[in-house]
């Protein structure tokens, strides 16, 4: 294994860049983008000129704002220095405006002008669409009209788009979507946002497949008997009612989530490590998945709900809609010939994590077969359960376990979290750890006839705080 890597060391000699985040007072930019844009500016991972524009409807000043921002800013007491981040506030403003308003347009884009003569050249423009999917349409739309997207006159600095999911709500939306987003940016500016697949311990799956040439060999149905990817959560739906009951989980973290991390499981070793190579191989395997039969639902696909949900805020009391789903899926090649893939996730449930449990073929072994785990979160690492002969006079063998975990590693602590890593690659440009197009179409196309046929199996209750869902 061989992969590219790009330096982040030059990160902060890059052209000047605008980052525009559409949504700037929601959950998202303070919980997770502004803490990220904090940290690789501390970490001088930033082009030196930057600048940070909200937008969102709500009227602030700008020293209003910065205060919002800095009152709602998730970071620790005590974890940066107060001189950073009143600095970092420094580079920020804000733009009041309806997202459905063409004059809010032409003001951000004065706004936007005003900070390239400022500095004297044109500069990169990042758009992050952190708002819900309803309103995707209506900004790409604003943004192509309003000029925003052009490039300077002398074709300097670049335009990119960053899109959260879900990117639709099956596969005739998520095409509408791509129709459009392709109708105004080229592939190369889109960055669509799974940030399962930045997170460190998912990325380790590929270097761990293709780095130690011990395991790669078994890695096929002559010596695995099965795989489970699990995401489990303690936590119910909090405040997300209204938004959660039009989703429910396959779509809320199945379509995507899971479905990334079975693809780096799946994958054949990609030609190279370069991002376009990347992607095509985890597409293939995506659109290599069986689809299940209609009358095959109901005993490969199982459907939750934790009792109680009905009286959330926001929730229809008659909602079918699933805080748990449980599925068997299969691949249509000669590496994966009848070894079943199970995805699992759910809320409410004993406890919250995240893992991929690899389960090798027993062989002669009375004991059972090993057992290949990686920990995704918390507690990041990886730990092979194998066999050994317990001391004495009769042959008789008995479990261990072999275990890496990243909090051993002095380097920890430095170790980007999945949106760092996200708006750095983004900035400079690599695409890996972005879904493309071809993975997005294949994943729907593998989802979608589940969800449509949802209404015909038994939705099963379990209480909160239950370890399985039968």
Request: charge should be neutral.
């Amino acid at each position: 294994m061989s992969p590219t890597t790009n330096s982040t060391a030059a990160t902060s000699t890059l052209h000047p860049t605008i980052f525009v985040i559409f949504g700037v007072t929601g959950d998202l930019a303070s919980r997770k983008l502004l803490p990220a844009l904090l940290a690789l500016y501390v970490k001088k991972l930033l082009p030196n000129r930057f600048a940070i524009i909200g937008f969102s409807r709500r009227p602030f000043s700008r020293e209003d704002f910065r205060e919002f921002i800095r009152d709602n800013l998730n970071v620790k007491p005590g974890q940066y220095k107060e001189e950073d981040v009143k600095h970092f506030l420094d580079h920020m403003s804000y733009e009041q405006g309806l997202f459905d308003n063409s004059l809010a347009y032409e003001r951000l884009l004065t706004a936007v002008n005003a900070i390239d003569r400022g500095w004297g050249q044109c500069s990169n423009k990042l758009f992050h669409l952190s708002v819900p999917p309803t309103l995707y349409e209506g900004i790409l739309n604003h943004l192509a009209n309003s000029g925003l997207t052009k490039p300077c006159d002398d074709l300097s600095g670049w335009t990119r788009v960053l899109i959260e999911k879900p990117f639709g709500s099956d596969s005739r939306t998520a095409r509408s979507l791509d129709a459009l987003l392709a109708k105004l940016f080229k592939e190369e500016q889109i960055f669509r946002i799974d940030h399962y697949l930045a997170k460190e311990a998912l990325q380790n799956v590929m270097a761990f497949r293709f780095a130690n040439s011990m395991f790669e060999p078994l890695w096929r149905h002559e010596y695995i008997d099965k795989v489970h990817i699990k995401l489990f959560e303690q936590l119910d739906i909090e405040d997300r009612g209204a938004l959660y009951d039009s989703l429910g989980a396959l779509k809320d973290v199945g379509q995507n989530h899971l479905l990334m991390a079975f693809s780096l499981i799946a994958m054949e070793e990609p030609r190279s490590f370069d991002s376009d190579d990347v992607r095509l191989s985890r597409a293939n395997v995506l659109s290599r998945l069986e689809s299940i039969p209609v009358k095959q639902l109901e005993h490969r696909v199982v459907k939750g709900q934790y009792e109680g949900y009905i009286m959330e805020k926001g929730v229809s009391a008659t909602s079918r809609t699933e805080t748990y789903f449980r599925l068997e899926a299969y691949v249509k090649s000669s590496r994966w010939k009848n070894v079943p893939f199970y995805l699992e996730s759910g809320k409410a449930l004993a406890e919250a994590k995240t893992e991929i449990d690899i389960y090798f073929k027993h062989g002669h072994s009375e004991a059972g077969g090993n057992i290949l785990t990686f920990r995704i979160q918390p507690d990041e690492g990886i730990k092979i359960k194998f066999f050994v002969k317990k001391p004495g006079y009769e042959f008789t063998v008995e479990p261990k376990t072999l275990k890496f975990k990243y909090s051993d590693v002095p380097s920890f602590n430095v170790i980007p979290n999945d949106y760092e890593r996200l708006i750095h690659d983004a900035i400079i440009g690599d695409q890996t750890l972005f879904a493309s197009t071809a993975e997005i179409m294949a994943s729907w196309k593998f989802v979608t006839p589940i969800v449509e046929n949802w209404g015909k199996l038994p939705l099963r209750k379990y209480a909160k705080g239950a370890r399985e869902v039968e």
